[in-house]
């Protein structure tokens, strides 16, 4: 390659690079005024970020409590996980929260296959809120298998619904 192909490739990479650059805008910080907020409360999250209780009801990942599942399958699915790193956080934000994840199956399936497999699904989501450090003594898992369904019709949109761990907060 000659020198002037040479300089011109170098003067559009370079100019491409300038191009594509981010600009961050600093923004100066805002001034607080009130109490301190360096520790958590009970009203809502804080300054630090911690979670309260009223934030079960008000924050959009905490809102979201049920995790869905393939057919007979108990591992978690990839898009639940934000889900369940928001309720780990929430746990060890608050350690005197206690929450009761319970596994539900569609209704195919022996009632013990059904039970035990809701049972698996339970665990695999206690599993993952434990590996987002929260604590193990903080959750309970139960199974009601098919007893408990969503949705009644016998067709697979209605079997996916079924097929689900709810997550209740048994203390706030």
Known sequence: MNNAARIL????????????????????????TGPSTSQPSDNGPVASGAYGPNDLDTDACLRQ???YF????DSLKPEFQAIVGCHAKYLRDRPS???????NADERGSREYNFGLGERRGKAVSSAIQ??????????????????????????????????????????
Not at 70 to 73: A, Y
Not at 133 to 159: F, K, L
């Open 65 to 67: 409590r049920v995790v």
């Open 97 to 103: 929260s206690r929450m009761t994840l319970e596994g």
């Open 9 to 32: 490739l170098a003067a559009v990479l370079c100019t491409a690079a300038v191009a594509c650059s981010k600009k961050v805008k600093e923004v100066p910080p805002t001034e607080t």
């Open 70 to 73: 393939d057919l007979d399958q």
């Open 131 to 172: 590996a987002n450090n929260a604590s193990g003594s903080q959750i309970t898992v139960t199974s009601y298998g098919e007893e408990r369904p969503v949705c009644t019709e016998s067709n697979e949109d209605c079997w996916a619904k079924n097929r689900r761990v709810e997550i209740v907060y048994t203390a706030k």
